[in-house]
């Protein structure tokens, strides 16, 4: 036994088909030393899979605003239009996530998420065939639709590999994921679509995205684990109290309000230092890749802190707010029209205004009842939809309508202060159903 259980795998594919060929009757068994050292071993393989095929789903919706210069000018675009563009692919989930979130209950999450980001390969593939602008829209939102598995299959895959002591970090791990798509699909994409054209780089993110699903779908197996007991079938009323649960108020404020930051930051970065700073394009750019680099880095600094710190995860978040505050209030002033410190106020925001995701994820994993993580994680995504389907085109018309950036950044700043002040006295209760 102890001679097994030091012998090392001899990678991710061994540890797979040994706990895919585990006979249900020993799940109820106490472990032997080997298995409980190869799960282990085998959960970090589950985050390293999950964070890539995050990434992989996410590369092109995350890099529309980094190509939003090129789409303006090949498609004679507005800056409403372009945001219209990045909500058409996140209209989908609004309530795809949910359904993902039942099926994630029912279902194991390899197929689901694996299915899902088929889905998002052979829409882009399709994408590039689209004559304009119109039909763009609409392959956008089949897009949306396949990546509706990608945020709450990973997360309940990584939740239930890692017990709390280690759940923040490993969560901050995996949902960096998002931000690291985004800032390669920075890096790469708008090169692409210089060089060879849009359409072009609408067949690059499809390769990446079937890349992720063959990854997913090849490697990951469920814990060898006694299943979670089933709930009831959750119905209309269901829902609605659990909207009203105290946690899920925070939850809800806190990331819509936030939310819209990541929006306002992905979709207006680079047109702001064009325009107001004067950067060239490909600098923009560039600061983009650096403030959502800051943004991996923060969603694993901050979801590593909140598994040490004794108020709990949502004191996390509550930093990341005060933090995006401070920032998006600094860039009104004249030191956002500096380019040295426009350009680190970016990376400030890029940290905190994406290191709370890991945090918030975590919390809304731990205040799910018994059964139902997939759901509470399906609902909290699919609330936070509103926000990411409209505050592009809202915050696209508000800078076309005032002609300038600073009452953006006044909104958002204002929005996430008020949800700061009102969930800072949200007394927390576990969500229940």
């Known amino acids: ?36 050292l190869a799960s282990v071993r085998y959960r970090w393989v589950v985050l ?60 194991n999450e390899r197929w689901v998420v694996g299915a899902g980001a088929c889905v998002v390969a052979a829409g882009l593939g399709a994408g590039s065939l ?61 090169l692409v679509a210089d060089v060879h054209g849009w359409r072009t780089a609408l067949v690059v993110g499809g390769c990446v995205a079937l890349a992720g699903a063959a990854v997913f779908m090849g490697f990951y197996r469920a814990p060898p684990l006694p299943e979670a007991p089933r709930g009831e079938k959750v119905t209309l009323a269901a829902r609605v109290r659990m909207l009203r649960e105290p946690s899920m108020v925070k939850i809800m404020l806190s990331g819509t309000s936030l939310i819209s930051v990541q929006s306002g930051i992905l979709v207006l970065t680079v047109l702001y230092l064009h325009d107001v700073t004067e950067l060239g394009a490909g600098a923009a750019a560039l600061v983009l890749v650096v403030a959502q680099g800051a943004g991996v880095a923060g969603r694993i600094c901050m979801a590593a802190w909140s598994d040490r710190v004794g108020s709990g995860r949502y004191a996390s978040v509550m930093i990341c707010m005060v933090a995006v505050v401070a920032g998006m209030a600094a860039l009104a002033t004249p030191l956002g029209r500096a380019a040295p410190t426009a350009c680190l106020l970016f990376v400030w925001l890029g940290f905190f205004g994406y290191g709370w995701y890991g945090p918030w994820v975590a919390y809304v994993a731990e205040s799910a009842p018994p059964g139902k993580t997939g759901f509470a994680l399906g609902l909290a995504m699919s609330v936070n939809q509103i926000a990411i389907i409209l505050a592009p085109p809202l915050l696209g018309l508000l800078r076309d309508a005032t002609g300038g950036f600073t009452p953006v950044w006044g909104v958002l700043a204002a929005m996430t202060g008020v949800a700061l002040a009102v969930t800072a006295r949200a007394q927390r209760r576990p969500c229940a159903v």
């Open 130 to 190: 689209a004559p304009g602008y119109a039909a763009l829209l609409g392959v956008l939102l089949v897009v949306g639709a396949g990546y509706s598995t990608a945020q709450p299959g990973g997360s309940k895959a990584v939740a239930s590999w890692f017990d709390a002591s280690q759940r923040g970090l490993a969560m901050g791990l995996r949902q960096a994921g998002l931000p690291l798509g985004g800032a390669l699909a920075a890096a790469v994409l708008p």
């Open 48 to 107: 390293g899979i999950a964070t890539f095929a995050q990434a992989a789903s996410s590369f092109f919706v995350q890099g529309i605003g980094a190509m939003g210069i090129t789409l303006q000018r090949d498609l004679d675009l507005s800056t409403a239009q372009l945001g219209l563009l990045l909500s058409a692919a996140q209209f989908a989930p609004l309530i795809g996530l949910v359904v993902a979130g039942e099926l994630l209950d029912r279902y």
């Open 1 to 36: 036994m102890v001679q097994g259980a030091r012998r090392r795998p001899r990678g991710p594919v061994r540890l797979a088909r040994r706990f895919a060929a585990l006979p249900r009757s020993r799940l109820h068994r106490p472990p032997r030393p080997g298995a409980v």
